[in-house]
């Protein structure tokens, strides 16, 4: 990547960074002043931190993980053996998965809720979840079974299993869905799933790899879910009841550099090691680039490092406190109901920008670009408007304290049955879209804000000598919003783009 195209994609992230940036001004300025001095200096460390880190991590993505995720599939092809493909597709899936920024941010959250999730042990079983979902979607394609039927059975089969998962663990376990698959995951397991769509579908007779390679990160987003559900059973069985819940306050973070910045720099190399350590091998075994370029990938991991490592330092010292003070501040006993209401268009508006800054939705909109005629900007804004709408369906949820199946099941019906009526292609892209709709930033802005109105809603509840209801379960559910409207927004395009190419 040039020096010029670099600064291009600094540009472009701080452009798309700006609405997400001014709603924050207006609220933190105007609507709410902060009395501490300070936490306007961690807001602006903050910011310039996750646009710096993210532009950085961007930068060495093209230049690293993305040729890994190519070369590797690229490389399947030399596999004679199905069964072999398929467990590298489990193995990458997971490693991918382990670099994930946004679940990341997601595992801290939760432990700051409940301190007996363990972080790296949550990071685990969600990474386990996705690379055994990956090696299912690989099985699918090499037995070129209709994914119609296969996201039917998987969804069936979720929401049959919720009824033995604790309450406060479903909407945690489709947060954890949105949050696996982001940016890293979404590239790597494209390009991954491109070179094994190629292999199996040799190896099986078809060809259909176009089709194919949509839905392999729509099916590896079911696979969190049911880990999730799985770690929620074990940990009640295992603590004889649901652990105890503490107060929501990332306010209350480290503030010292060095502590914050050394727990942010162990999560990323936990994070990059295992992608690196596993690559390795494959090249002097399988790939067997020239030296030049493997030198190359392996410089690429340094912005991949330091932009990763930023992004975190910034989320846990200046940012994870923005997003519960917006919400608190809406949500104060104090405000008119009308006050109150605003909260929906603030949530719509943090939506759509943070929708458009997301790098994983920008590389989807750019895949299916090149693959038929819809403008990247079409597939962007089209996944903006749906994610806006999860907002405001996200705050009406805990502002009431309405079970989250009550909105997620309608939704996924809906999705389930037009699938009948969408082209096969989009249907995978739907899917698709929902995983990668929640990425780092939904995971570092909306679950803190979401959070800090369930906490801000379960105050005025105690206060008013009203039983509080789980901050877990109430304050959760952001992340599965996001996962579920894109599959109907996406779908009502492939539906009016089908018309319109017929008529």
């Known amino acids: 990547m040039s020096f010029k195209e670099i600064l291009q994609t600094f540009?472009?992230?701080?452009?798309?960074?700006l609405p997400?940036?001014?709603?924050?001004?207006?609220?933190?300025?105007?609507?709410?002043?902060?009395?501490?001095?300070?936490?306007?200096?961690?807001?602006?460390?903050?910011?310039?931190?996750?646009?710096?880190?993210?532009?950085?991590?961007?930068?060495?993505?093209?230049?690293?993980?993305?040729?890994?995720?190519?070369?590797?599939?690229?490389?399947?092809?030399?596999?004679?053996?199905?069964?072999?493909?398929?467990?590298?597709?489990?193995?990458?899936?997971?490693?991918?998965?382990?670099?994930?920024?946004?679940?990341?941010?997601?595992?801290?959250?939760?432990?700051?809720?409940?301190?007996?999730?363990y972080v790296p042990i949550f990071v685990l079983i969600m990474s386990t979840g996705v690379g055994i979902a990956v090696g299912f979607a690989l099985y699918r394609?090499?037995?070129?079974?209709?994914?119609?039927?296969?996201?039917?059975?998987?969804?069936?089969?979720t929401f049959l299993a919720i009824a033995l998962v604790p309450e406060q663990f479903v909407a945690l376990a489709f947060d954890g869905s949105g949050a696996t698959t982001g940016d890293i995951s979404v590239p790597f397991v494209l390009a991954l799933g491109m070179g094994a769509c190629t292999a199996l579908s040799k190896k099986g007779g078809h060809d259909d790899s176009q089709e194919d390679n949509f839905g392999i990160i729509g099916i590896a987003s079911v696979g969190p879910i049911l880990a999730i559900f799985l770690y929620g059973i074990v940990l009640r069985f295992t603590h004889g009841g649901m652990p105890p819940e503490s107060v929501y306050n990332p306010a209350a973070l480290p503030t010292d550099v060095g502590v914050v910045l050394r727990a942010s720099f162990m999560d990323t190399l936990i994070a990059l090691l295992p992608l690196i350590v596993a690559f390795i091998p494959f090249q002097f075994l399988l790939i067997k680039m020239q030296k030049k370029p493997f030198i190359r990938i392996m410089l690429g991991m340094i912005p991949v490092f330091a932009g990763l490592l930023i992004f975190l330092f910034s989320i846990d010292f200046g940012f994870a406190f923005a997003g519960q003070y917006i919400g608190e501040t809406f949500m104060h006993p104090t405000r008119p109901l009308w006050f109150r209401l605003l909260l929906l268009l603030v949530g719509f508006v943090l939506g759509m920008a943070i929708t458009l800054t997301e790098p994983a939705v920008t590389i989807l909109g750019e895949q299916l670009e090149e693959m038929i005629s819809i403008k990247s900007i079409t597939t962007r804004l089209t996944l903006a408007i749906g994610i806006g709408f999860s907002a405001i369906l996200a705050i009406v949820k805990i502002m009431y304290e309405i079970n989250i199946l009550w909105f997620i099941v309608p939704l996924y019906i809906g999705a389930i049955v037009m699938m009948k009526f969408t082209p096969k292609l989009f249907v995978g892209l739907a899917f698709d879209s929902g995983g990668v709709s929640g990425g780092a930033l939904s995971s570092a802005v909306l679950t803190p804000l979401t959070l800090g109105i369930a906490q801000a809603v379960a105050t005025a509840?105690?206060?008013?000598?009203?039983?509080?209801?789980?901050?877990?379960?109430?304050?959760?559910?952001?992340?599965?919003?996001?996962?579920?409207?894109?599959?109907?927004?996406i779908q009502v395009l492939g539906i009016i783009y089908a018309k319109k190419r017929l008529g």
């Open 11 to 17: 540009k472009a992230t701080f452009i798309t960074s």
């Open 461 to 489: 509840a105690i206060a008013s000598g009203q039983e509080a209801q789980s901050i877990l379960t109430n304050g959760f559910g952001i992340l599965a919003f996001i996962s579920v409207t894109p599959l109907i927004a």
């Open 20 to 117: 997400l940036a001014a709603v924050i001004i207006i609220v933190t300025v105007f609507i709410a002043p902060m009395h501490d001095p300070f936490d306007y200096v961690r807001l602006t460390v903050g910011y310039v931190g996750v646009v710096i880190g993210q532009s950085l991590f961007l930068v060495g993505l093209e230049a690293s993980v993305l040729p890994i995720g190519k070369e590797i599939g690229k490389s399947l092809e030399k596999i004679k053996k199905v069964s072999i493909i398929i467990l590298f597709g489990v193995m990458f899936g997971f490693f991918a998965t382990i670099a994930e920024p946004a679940m990341w941010v997601l595992a801290r959250q939760t432990n700051m809720i409940v301190h007996a999730v």
């Open 141 to 157: 394609i090499m037995k070129d079974t209709d994914i119609r039927k296969v996201f039917f059975v998987l969804y069936i089969v």
